[in-house]
């Protein structure tokens, strides 16, 4: 795995992961997240170790909190589906359950990758670079979309909510089917993304002070352009077009959704949360 996929992998399991699980507000989660560092401590050492038995062991304790969190989601399906059925909570809800499972896939991806091993056909390569997306596209983008329409009750809410799930699917669906269903996929998440993007900027940015601002707003830009990337790459891959390379995808859109949008994201709705705490009101 190189340097750079690595550290930008480190910052979504040590840093992006409990933070969003901590910003998600499900009571239920507490305990998981205050174990999350004995899984994500090993999990980030195995990515510096040479493929082996040694890194696939760390690695496997990082797969290890990821199943917990898919555990949790598959029960809270089954405790909740009523709110899975209202049309007014559902794409929100919809959303976190979507978070909670893509560390899992990143994990499965990683504990294969370490191992030096193919996992359905896919080589160390690919499974590396899958790793930090369903940790930035997965994880970040959804729980951002549906802490966003938790705060945004509207249309484009729900719309990003649903959409940004339902690409992560479209995309994880392509890895086995074609370019043309990822290409399909990279549209739905691109839309969901940039519909996130928009309403970040024109209806949660609004009023906030500087810092808190800045923070949005950064998380906002950056999504348009990363994801303009993200497409221009799916469509150069179904259709043969020029193309950005895979390594020049990892440096830009890779390290820009994972430090322009998926941190600066936590950090920002970390000061909403706590400024919610203090005030005893949502903001």
Known sequence: MSVLVGLIVMLGMLVIVPAGL?????????????????????????????????????????ALGAALLALHAL?????????????????????????????????????????????FGFGPGILALTVPHFHFAGFAAALVSGLLCRLVDSPAGRFAALSVPLGTLLVLIGYFVGEWAELAGAVVLTAGMWATALLTWRRIRTGRDRATRLLLGTSAGVLAVTMALALSWALGEATGLPHPTLTWMAA????????????????????????????GRIV
């Open 22 to 62: 901590r910003l998600a507000n499900v009571p239920e989660l507490d305990r998981i997240r205050r174990l999350w560092p004995a899984f994500a401590v090993p999990g980030a050492v195995s990515l510096w170790l040479p493929r082996g038995p040694a890194a696939t062991a760390l690695a496997l304790c990082y």
């Open 75 to 119: 029960a809270r399906l089954v405790r909740r589906s009523a709110p899975i059925r209202a049309p007014r909570t559902a794409p929100a809800e919809i959303a976190l359950l979507t978070a909670l499972v893509t560390p899992a896939i990143a994990a499965t991806a990683l504990v294969a990758e370490r191992s030096g091993s193919t996992l």
């Open 252 to 279: 830009t859109h890779g390290v820009g959704n994972a430090l322009g949008f998926a941190l600066c994201s936590v950090l920002a709705w970390k000061r909403l949360r706590d400024r919610t705490d203090r005030e």
